[in-house]
């Protein structure tokens, strides 16, 4: 594990941290209020309120089942890169598509020139930051899967528009370090659709992360990692959040042929999946991991964001990640 | 110099008003036990009818039934066959939509017809659709053994071998094209994405290509009239076209999204069967200019086997919202109007 930086910045982790991967479920009366006020019958105010509930509820549920590194939860967000699209001058909302099944999401057009003109996320961190003395992650989408999860419509081509975006997501993690932000989260889950396009993604995250002073972690799922690796570990970011459970684990293959030389967030429970893994299962998959990686390097989190389960769902899920990772350290 | 507006697969199952919702709506309903599958089944034929008509009306002569009741591309065939269980999601190639891969327990075998009611339903729609004219067809579309295979988990010692999953995707889909040809299919279009990233399977590629090419010509000597167009799209058509263009199929379905030099490929290398021109992306939202299109259109139809040509979308459009999916329908009609010179 990248101690050493981790305890620069001031935090001491026990092994095999816990965290998730951002996302939680809307509450009910987050759902219901996001309803109200698509229907005009609360103010934008009331529905923050709600939202602001909500993350305290879930602050207060990750302290309570003793996860190390927190996230704020993102109740007060929709579709991760909508998310800032709807915030940033130069995205137009576009209309509906199918991301699986039966989910949709609006995604943004590039319509014009892209600019970071305000803080995007910082006070919603500072919230949540505020409801506790663990740490709390900066959360944000990578300038590559911003890129990749919109259409263009201004600029030449997808490098000028994935380069543009590195340029407003490392204002972005300016703010949030000024504001006292230690660990940092730029989620590129697009990392490995088009493998000849790595290079533009390395070059983004320099430009994003080089020469500042936070701990940062990337999160990639669903993607095929047998044609990036061991290449995406030029990615300049310390820990690698990675769907494993999903995919049967296979990625130990590709770490057994090379090694992976970053820290670890190992996904261990499944987040498509309404089956709760059992105590067993999940420490195996702990114990599949520490035949190839040291312990040092290895947090332990879920797959990926947990907003498509219940949120019965998935304390159920996050506690049994704890759980495992207590039975390790003891 | 024949041009033909066509469309390429899938098509928005839903759009963003309360009425086109219904599908959307009617699968959250039968998720939590409300709704059964008969209402499940009103909603796919509901939305299928829309997607036709928005076809109709935007004047194209080859018609697909958007592909509404499909999952994804994958599952929604492999997951009926015998032998294939459906298991987690991946992403379906370089887009950022998810499908359910297949796991294959024992060689697939199809038990049943996969697409042939959904092709019956789509023809008797679009014969209810007012004033269409008598020419306008419907194709169905199925995504290729190759590709299917490609995109299974094999956890049995036989079907570990891609080229055995091939070779039985494809025995279960030539029974299909079989199926569809006696329903009165007279163009099927068969998917393989994955040869595109590939290459190196080419051999396995053409050895599963072959018994659906035989089913078709059982079908014609059965007396059907019987095409198949391969499409390719989702990557560079380039390193692969000379190959492609040489396979034996009807038709071949390129993307000319990926590399702007695939035109000038077809123009110098010319095609020996007649070309499903790619030529309006199906992955972005910017409109193109129905001039520049009706340029690079007149540049290449000289070149393709009878001067003979599809227009289309470079992939299904699916990925678009349907607002801009209708709207690049409507665009390839300009397109064609661009190129008669009206």
């Known amino acids: 594990m990248n101690r050493k930086k981790l305890e620069k910045l001031g935090l001491h982790l026990p092994l095999f941290p816990v965290t998730s991967v951002g996302s939680f479920p809307k509450t009910d009366e987050v759902t219901r209020a996001r309803g109200e006020f698509r229907r005009g019958k609360i103010s934008a105010e009331q529905l923050e309120q709600t939202e602001r509930d909500a993350t305290a509820f879930w602050i207060a549920k990750q302290e309570e089942l003793g996860i190390d590194v927190l996230v704020d939860g993102e109740q007060y967000r929709g579709d991760m890169v909508a998310y800032f699209a709807e915030k940033l001058p130069g ?108 290079p533009v993604a390395i070059e983004a995250m320099h430009r994003v992360t080089d020469s500042l002073d936070a701990y940062f972690i990337t999160h990639a ?87 498509t389960r219940t949120v019965d769902e998935a304390i159920a899920k996050l506690k049994r990640c704890v759980e495992a990772a207590k039975a390790f350290r003891n | 110099m024949t041009l033909i507006l066509a469309h390429t697969g899938s098509y928005p199952r839903i759009g963003d008003s309360a009425e086109l919702q219904a599908l959307r709506r009617a699968i959250a309903g039968v998720d939590r036990g409300e709704l059964g599958a008969a209402q499940l089944a009103d909603a796919e034929n509901l939305m299928t009818r829309r997607a036709i008509e928005e076809q109709a009306a935007a004047g194209l002569d080859l018609i697909t039934d958007g592909q509404i ?44 017809a996969l697409t042939v009611s959904d092709f019956q339903f789509a023809r008797e729609t679009l014969a209810s659709v007012n004033g269409h004219p008598a020419a306008r067809r419907v194709k169905p579309v199925l995504t290729g053994p190759y590709t299917l295979a490609r995109l299974s988990l094999a956890e049995t010692g036989e079907m570990k071998a891609l080229e055995t999953r091939a070779a039985a995707y494809a025995e279960a889909l030539a029974a299909e094209i079989g199926a569809l040809a006696d329903a009165g299919a007279e163009i099927v279009q068969v998917d393989e994405p994955s040869i595109l990233l590939h290459a190196e399977d080419w051999a396995i590629f053409t050895a599963s290509l072959a018994p659906l090419a035989i089913a078709r010509d059982a079908a014609r000597k059965r007396g059907h009239k019987l095409d198949l ?82 227009l289309g979308p470079s992939c299904g459009l699916e990925y678009l919202p349907r607002d801009r999916a209708r709207a690049k329908l409507e665009l390839l009609g300009k397109i064609r109007s661009a190129v008669e010179g009206r």
């Open chain 1, 91 to 198: 995205f137009t909302e576009g209309g509906l598509v199918r991301s699986y099944g039966n989910r949709y999401y609006h995604k943004p057009i590039v319509t014009g020139e892209v600019r970071w003109t305000a803080p995007l996320t910082v006070e919603w961190w500072r919230y949540a930051q505020s409801l506790t003395k663990k740490p709390v992650k900066g959360m944000l989408t990578g300038p590559y899967t911003i890129m990749d999860w919109s259409f263009n419509e201004h600029y030449a081509d997808r490098k000028a528009t994935c380069m543009a975006l590195a340029g407003v997501i490392r204002k972005e993690v300016e703010a949030l370090i000024a504001a006292g932000c230690k660990i940092i989260q730029v989620d590129e889950p697009a990392l490995s659709v088009r493998p000849e396009e790595l």
């Open chain 1, 221 to 307: 799922c669903y993607g095929a990692f047998e044609l990036i690796y061991p290449g995406m570990l030029d990615l300049p970011v310390d820990n690698f959040d990675l769907e494993m459970s999903n995919s049967g684990l296979d990625l130990l293959e590709l770490f057994r042929r090379h090694s992976f030389t970053k820290d670890i967030s190992f996904g261990v429970v499944d987040v498509h999946s309404h089956v709760l893994e059992d105590p067993a299962t999940v420490r195996q998959r702990i114990e599949q991991a520490l035949t190839i990686l040291p312990k040092d390097q290895i947090w332990v989190d879920p797959d990926c964001g947990l907003k």
């Open chain 2, 69 to 112: 009741r499909w999952n994804d591309p994958v599952s929604y065939l492999a997951g009926k066959l015998a032998g294939v269980r459906v298991n987690g999601l991946l992403r379906l190639f370089d887009t950022n939509f998810y499908f359910r891969q297949p796991v294959i327990e024992s060689r697939p075998v199809r038990r049943a």
């Open chain 2, 229 to 310: 167009i391969l499409h390719v799209y989702f990557h560079d058509c380039v390193p692969l076209y000379e190959n492609l263009a040489g396979l034996p199929v009807d038709g071949l379905g390129l993307d000319f999204s990926y590399n702007p030099k695939l035109g000038d490929a077809v123009a110098s290398l010319g095609s020996p069967v007649p070309l499903a021109l790619g030529l309006v992306d199906g992955r972005n939202t910017k409109l193109e200019s129905p001039a520049e299109v009706a340029r690079e259109t007149t540049r290449l139809l000289p070149r393709i086997a009878g001067q003979r040509a599809w």
